[in-house]
């Protein structure tokens, strides 16, 4: 389904500050991996806490259009009747992964090994996105991938390949393009080997041991033989590190806030934004550390300080790469000068991530120069004004917290994309302390 995100805007009102006990919406990549392995396992694997966000609703749709039949959601509940590695059926029509790299990504690799064809398309944001990371490797294991020739998709996948193992030294630190080959490996044959030039979250190595499949773990590599078999498994989702970090940044830079997130993934390869945030003189508390069906969890208390500008370490940049606009925001409100290099990936997700949150920033009287693969923000007071997210969810919920310390309102266009992760964003914000409406269709009413 495609819609006319641009015509969606957040008009968010100055001041305030966040209070309260909050759970925000599951994991997105556990999500997402719970659906693909749930499916290509033996028998019934249960999903509690999944989010139903578009991108993850995308890959559930998906594995039904494979012929899977899988219960919900409902109220983050899912039941997967897995197939087997070699149940999957032909679909009858294109997959339309809509907003998601990581659908994308690591479907290719799943489908790499299968016995039909299929094609994958995305929206606009999708279909500029870089692929070749993923075709390059999958070719040398024998896969047929087509696309156009800016290495974007749509992707034609030819079934009906016999796939050998690869050791592949990945040049870019990237969970999709390891987790892509690991699920093209399960249809390999002999022992796949990828070796990671920094670590990167490791949700797939997780979840495919939880379901009982063999792997061996060295650091910075993992290796696995095709062939073997996954049994279906109960999946405890976790809250989204990715989506609470708003709300951290938010509670950091409003004074007088205190709040406490609940039971929020920290798998140490995704905790970068409380490292950063916390050489930056952030007051953030872990409690009740616990460990969920393999993921490490606690609830997360988060109170107001000033922040000073760092030079952000550049191994927390893989561990923090979803996070850097909520971070763009918090550097805004430090005292001094942050600096972030060696984060070029930021330039190739939903948007260009580098230039879109330094045109914001700008726009809201911040000292912020754009680099190739990083930002020297100056640390200021934000004025209000009009933000373009260019559909970027994680661009709009940045920008939403910077009307926290904002003189005047800042309104910020094209926020449709804010559901593919955090569809209840907007009423959270709210019951939070922010005083934020989302405009539909240019109407004045706020539409929750
Ligand atoms: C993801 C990995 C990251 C991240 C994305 C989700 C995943 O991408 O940005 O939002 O679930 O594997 P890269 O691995 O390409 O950096």
Known sequence: MKKNSFLEKFVVNPGGNLQGVFRVPGDKSISHRAIMLGAIAEGLTRVNGFLEGEDTLATLAVFKALGVSIDG?????????????HGLQAPSRALYLGNSGTSMRLLTGLMAGQGFSVEMTGDVSL?????????????EM??????????????????GQSLQAINYKMPVASAQVKSCLLLAGLYANGTTCVTEPAPTRDHTERMLAGFGYQLKRDTGRVCLEGGGQLRGMLIDVPADISSAAFFMVGATIAEGSNILLEHVGINPTRIGVINILREMGADI????????????????????????????SREQVPLAIDEFPALFIAAACAEGQTILRGAEELRVKESDRIQVMADGLRTLGIVAEPTLDGMVIQGGQFKGGVINSYGDHRIAMAFA??????KEPIIIED???????????????????????WQKNGDDDADL
């Open 415 to 437: 926020c449709a994309n804010v559901a593919t992760s955090f569809p209840n964003f907007v009423n959270l914000a709210q019951v939070a302390g922010i005083d934020i409406k």
């Open 142 to 159: 024998g896969a047929r991938i087509e696309m156009n020739d800016e290495g974007t998709p749509p992707l034609k996948i030819q079934g």
């Open 285 to 312: 508390r872990l409690l009740n550390e616990r460990e969920v069906g393999g993921e490490p969890v606690a609830d997360i208390r988060v109170c107001s300080s000033q922040l000073h500008g760092i030079e952000i």
């Open 73 to 85: 959601p409902s109220s983050g509940q899912v039941v997967i009747n897995g197939v087997g590695l």
């Open 401 to 406: 917290m910077a009307a926290l310390c904002a």
């Open 127 to 139: 279909s500029r996105r870089p692929m070749r990371r993923v075709t390059v490797p999958l070719s």
